[in-house]
C-alpha cells in the first residue's frame, strides 16, 4: 500500500509570491493535516481536512489556507510569502483522526529567498 | 508556554544502554503520540497512547493520564536508534490536532 505522498519535495520562491503543496493520503484515509517545522519553532499544527472540510485549525494567519478534494487529495497554499515560512511542511493521514495511527509524508521544503 | 515538555533535549548513549525520554504536558489530551525523525524530514509514529503501556520489539511506551506524563524506553540500545524522538499530543476528540513536544535528539554510539 502506497504511502502518504507529497509533492514538489524542494522548492524555492521569492518573498512576496505564493505557494501550493500537494498531498495525497493512504488510500481510504479521510482525514488529512499538515504541519510546519522550523528550527526554531519545531512542528506545529497548521489546520486537519475531513471529508472536504476543515475540522481543525492551528494558530497560523490567514495567507496559510488548504483544501481537501472529494477523492481525499488535499493541497495548501501559502500566499505573500515572507523569509519566515522557509520551512519542512509535512502532512499527515489517518483513517478518521483521533484515535487512529497517524502516517506522515517526507515533506516538502520550502525555501522563501 | 509550552503545552508540551520534553526531556532530555540531546541524548548520546553507548550501543546497549537502556534509555528513557520523557514527555509531560499541561493540558487535556485524548491521546499521546510518539514520533521518530530521521534526518532528511520522515516521521513515523511508534505509538499512540490513551492510557497505560504498550511494547513495540525494543520499544516500550507508558502513560500516566494522572500526572500527564508520558516516557518512551528503548532497551538495548543500537546505533540504528539515533535519531530524534517527538512526543506529540492530540487535543482534539475527533480530529488530529497536535501539540508537539521540542523533541529529544538521540545518538547511539557503537
Known amino acids: 500500500k502506497a504511502g502518504v505522498t507529497q509533492t514538489p519535495r524542494y522548492l524555492i520562491k521569492t518573498r512576496g509570491q505564493q505557494v501550493t503543496l500537494s498531498c495525497s493520503p493512504i488510500s481510504g484515509h479521510r482525514s488529512v493535516s499538515w504541519y510546519q517545522q522550523t528550527p526554531g519553532q519545531g512542528l506545529q499544527f497548521l489546520f486537519e481536512?475531513?471529508?472536504?472540510?476543515?475540522?481543525n485549525k492551528g494558530n497560523f494567519p490567514g495567507r496559510f489556507s488548504g483544501r481537501q478534494f472529494s477523492n481525499s487529495r488535499s493541497e495548501m497554499n501559502v500566499s505573500t510569502l515572507e523569509l519566515g515560512d522557509s520551512a519542512l511542511y509535512l502532512c499527515?493521514?489517518?483513517?478518521?483522526?483521533?484515535?487512529?495511527?497517524?502516517?506522515f509524508g517526507e515533506g516538502s521544503w520550502l525555501t522563501v529567498v | 508556554k509550552n503545552e508540551v515538555e520534553q526531556s532530555p533535549q540531546n541524548l548520546t548513549a553507548q550501543e546497549g544502554e537502556f534509555i528513557t525520554i520523557n514527555c509531560s504536558y499541561s493540558v487535556g489530551i485524548s491521546a499521546l503520540h510518539w514520533l521518530q525523525q530521521h534526518p532528511g524530514g520522515g516521521i513515523v509514529s511508534l505509538f499512540m497512547?490513551?492510557?497505560g503501556k504498550k511494547k513495540h520489539g525494543r520499544l516500550i511506551a507508558t502513560i500516566n493520564i494522572q500526572e500527564k506524563h508520558s516516557s518512551l524506553h528503548i532497551t538495548a540500545s543500537h546505533p540504528r536508534d539515533s535519531a530524534v524522538y517527538i512526543c506529540?499530543?492530540?487535543?482534539?476528540?475527533?480530529?488530529?490536532?497536535?501539540?508537539f513536544g521540542t523533541g529529544t535528539s538521540l545518538t547511539v554510539i557503537p
Open positions: 481536512y475531513f471529508s472536504e472540510t476543515q475540522r
Open positions: 506529540a499530543v492530540s487535543i482534539s476528540n475527533t480530529g488530529n490536532q497536535f501539540y
Open positions: 499527515a493521514s489517518s483513517w478518521s483522526g483521533s484515535g487512529n495511527t497517524i502516517y
Open positions: 497512547l490513551s492510557s
